[in-house]
């Protein structure tokens, strides 16, 4: 027979609303109370009915996480399944399912977010990498679900979980000026996105702080082909280049071919730092010299800070920066006169 409600009411010597407050999480009961009723939920292998508990409370029990990317471009960078690894752990644990939306330009994203948000298809959704001119931000202001950015903090209106990118980026930059390079280039990221801004702009702080200025600016659109052009067009402006500092891993592997193909040795002819710690960064031809930053616990927290949310209204949610990390490995070193392979084999 069906274990019901009221059976576990009865066992715990509560009345059913109190059970169905401790299970929905939506009124205070005492912690002896509360510790009864789940005794009791337990002893008798109560399963809820999720599909009444979302009629009752009007939730889907369904997230939202779009990323205005395609497909192609998010399942070739290794950083988002590792932050669709930290969301999917936590939203699964919590008995929520995920709706995966990958729309394809800034229009779509704006009529996404809006579908999703005021149609009420989702309790609430977590927007991975928004670009700042982005619509959306409009529709944000109208709706009452809540709504977590993750890899972006341009708004202080919207909760939002990120990494200290410019710290990061300065740690890059710092790191190849205390070697002895004086001639540092960059490859950014698309500067639509928060986080390329402020990467370039720790780059750009920490060579200030050395009185330098950048040898020479490319901005890449995180794809491997954007570094290896990178390389090309930053060569061209400064051929003196000693140092790059490239806005993500993807980008810098890319400018380590380009170098290579140019004839030019890492790091003895250019060094390199990129930015992320993907796996391909350790494997490299020439292992790469990187920021590392916590990718699967940014998406564990973005979906953390969005079900505290929507569980607990009306509190304050908060996270703050998650940390990064300088990892040297062989794609840098102090500067020395241009090698090129040529001079190496002979």
Known sequence: MKVTIKDVAQRAGVSTATVSYVL????????????????AVEALGYQPNAMAQGLVMRRTRTLGLVIPHTAEFVF????????????TSVVSARGYYLLLSMPQSGDDFAATCSNLLTQQRVDGAVLVCTPREAKVVDTFSRVQVPVVLLGDSYTSDIPFVDIDNETGSHAAAAHLIALGHRRVGCITGDMRYDYSVKRYRGFERA?????LQPAAVYMGDFTKDSGRTGVKQLLQQAPDLTALVCGNDLMALGALEALCEAGLIVPEGVSIVGFDDIPAAAEALVPLTT???????????????????IEQPGRVH?????????????????????????????
């Open 318 to 346: 908060r996270r703050p920066l998650l940390t990064t990390e300088l990892v040297v490995r062989a794609s840098s070193c102090a500067p020395r006169r241009i090698v090129s392979q040529s001079e190496v084999m002979s």
């Open 207 to 211: 060579l200030q702080e050395a009185d």
């Open 291 to 309: 920021i590392r930053q916590p990718v699967v616990e940014l998406g564990r927290q973005a979906a953390e800070l969005l079900l505290d949310m």
């Open 24 to 39: 929905n999480k939506t009124n205070r009961v005492g912690q002896e109370t509360k510790q009864r009723v789940l005794d």
């Open 76 to 87: 070739s960078d290794p950083y988002f399944p590792a932050m669709l690894k930290g969301v």
